[in-house]
């Protein structure tokens, strides 16, 4: 699957419910994002990690959280404070080094039933 | 903040055609300009990327320039063929803190008629 790993491909949520997104990668890479991607927004950051126990808000951190227990594992949790989460939501990573890209997951589309 | 705006939202081309998307971006520290293919339910795919030290970089139907005094760069298509229709973002590199963040601009929706 490229190296990142995203699970599950369809996840759907009802009212008031926390959800948690699982990304895992084996490129050894010290950076991790989370994106959303909605129609006609392009891909807005979340959050990101640069490092192991150490993350960042992005720009629409609001209604989610984060960890960064290992380098492989960066899960995304939707809470219920997030009154919109019905989206794709994408995870990358990348080598912490200064003019490389994002290897991206195939994505999880979250459904609120 | 870095800012990255993209044009057209959708294009329309028809195979055999050339396809050009714009990209602006504000942060004249930015130094790294990716763009990625997204096909339908996809994950985006970096298809070509360019620093700030070339103006231009080749790889066969696709190309990618850049002007840094405008703070502008685009992706070139030539020869379209009906696999090139995907959603085509542009990216640019925020130069900040320890590392920067790519900033994506919204997309351009491709569509290449047989």
């Known amino acids: 699957d490229g190296g990142i790993t995203q699970s599950p491909k369809y996840l759907f949520r009802k009212e008031g419910q926390n959800v948690t997104l699982s990304c895992e990668q084996n490129l050894n890479h010290d950076a991790m994002y989370w994106y959303r991607q909605d129609p006609g927004q392009g891909l807005r950051l979340i959050y990101y990690?640069?490092?192991?126990?150490?993350?960042q808000k992005g720009d629409i951190a609001e209604g989610y959280s984060v960890s960064r227990e290992k380098k492989e594992s960066f899960p995304l949790t939707v809470t219920s404070a997030q009154k919109n989460p019905t989206a794709f939501y994408l995870c990358?990573?990348?080598?912490?080094?200064?003019?490389?890209?994002?290897?991206f997951g195939s994505g999880t589309r979250l459904t609120v039933v | 903040g870095e800012n990255v705006e993209q044009h057209p939202s959708t294009l329309s081309v028809q195979e055999g055609d050339s396809a050009v998307i714009k990209c602006t971006y504000s942060?004249?520290?930015?130094?790294?300009f990716p763009w990625y293919k997204q096909e339908l339910g996809k994950r985006p795919q970096l298809i070509i990327d360019?620093?700030?030290?070339?103006g231009e970089k080749k790889d066969q139907r696709i190309a990618v320039t850049l002007n840094k005094t405008a703070k502008h760069f685009s992706l070139h298509i030539t020869e379209t063929q009906p696999e090139d229709s995907a959603v085509y973002f542009c990216a640019a590199k925020v130069e900040g803190g320890s590392q920067g963040n790519l900033i994506f601009g919204k997309g351009t929706k491709l569509s290449v008629k047989p």
């Open positions: 990690s640069q490092i192991v126990n150490d993350f």
């Open positions: 942060d004249s520290a930015s130094n790294y």
């Open positions: 990358a990573s990348s080598i912490q080094a200064e003019n490389y890209g994002y290897t």
């Open positions: 360019i620093r700030s030290n070339v």
